[in-house]
């Protein structure tokens, strides 16, 4: 997972496909700034490599995570 700031409140997460990838994918990101983990937040699914999280809070520093699905109830394990 590799995040970039595309502005002052807003990151663009990029990530691979998982191995063995079973199926089509979908992707869900978690993100919260690294100073209160109980703010997490997640995306909702898509079936992309990267995404734009907007409305973040300026000069905060956050963590992300990703974790495949694949429609079927089955998700893997969140990424670190």
């Not at 409305?55 to 995570?65: I, R, V």
Request: aromatic letters at 12%; glycine letters at 8%; zero cysteines.
């Amino acid at each position: 997972v590799a995040a970039f700031a595309s502005s002052g409140t807003a990151v663009r997460v990029f990530w691979q496909t998982p191995v063995p990838a079973n199926g089509v994918p979908t992707y869900t990101v978690a993100y919260w700034p690294q100073a209160d983990p109980s703010a997490r937040l997640e995306t909702t699914g898509t079936n992309a490599l990267n995404t734009t999280i907007s409305g973040l809070a300026p000069l905060t520093e956050y963590s992300f995570s990703v974790r495949a699905g694949n429609g079927d109830s089955l998700l893997s394990p969140w990424s670190e």
